[in-house]
């Protein structure tokens, strides 16, 4: 039996194409129904989650927000304005984090990740790996600006193309093309998979 985190994890992975799917047939307000449903299951999945210290009031904040979202959709004729702005506001939250994590002093996110997933923490690893994060920051601002410039100058097709699906073509094809460099450079002793794995149990919680 699927657990509501599987259920989570399913629909947010599947959340692009079936995204791109429903736009395409113009049912943009499908398209949001699965951006909340999404969001609530998130909201439910962590309020469930034990912590050292509730934070009944960001839980609140979240609750309020998805509450408001609801209301805008659907009494508000902005469709639009609400399709646009969750991929930007994603995009920005990440490139903050990953720009954060490059100013001196600080340890790049991408070192940390292989130093606490993969204990990996030699001298050579740490250079490459800030090299890598700093790859992965101007990627993701390139596509943040490719974004924003599709939802102000091409149709919401052609957009939700871009944004849903060649997006993360994109990023696979980064992701794939860095892991054979660092196979040919470094003699990575992890296979894909393992890496995979590895990734998968990244918590934003811990590394942000």
């Keep these: 039996m699927l657990k509501k985190n599987n259920i989570l994890q399913i629909l947010s992975l599947s959340y692009p194409i079936l995204t791109h799917i429903a736009i395409s047939q113009n049912e943009f307000k499908l398209a949001l129904l699965m951006l909340g449903i999404i969001a609530g299951l998130f909201i439910l999945n962590r309020s469930k989650q034990p912590e050292k210290i509730p934070n009944i009031f960001f839980d609140l904040a979240l609750w309020i927000g998805l509450i408001i979202f609801a209301i805008y959709i659907i009494f508000v004729d902005a469709i639009y304005v609400a ?52 790859l992965w920051t101007c990627f993701l601002i390139l596509i943040l600006v490719e974004t924003v410039a599709m939802s102000l100058f091409a149709p919401i097709e052609v957009w939700s193309l871009f944004t849903n699906v060649l997006n993360y073509l994109f990023m696979c094809l980064l992701f794939i093309i860095e892991y054979i460099y660092r196979q040919f450079r470094f003699g990575y002793r992890y296979n894909i998979f393992y890496y995979l794995r590895g990734l998968s149990q990244v918590s934003l919680k811990q590394f942000l």
């Design 83 to 134: 399709l646009y702005l969750p991929p930007v506001l994603i995009l920005s939250f990440f490139i903050f984090n990953f720009a954060k994590s490059l100013l001196p002093g600080q340890e790049a996110l991408l070192t940390k990740i292989a130093r606490v997933i993969f204990h990996d923490d030699g001298p050579e690893t740490a250079i490459y790996t800030r090299q890598v994060t700093w």
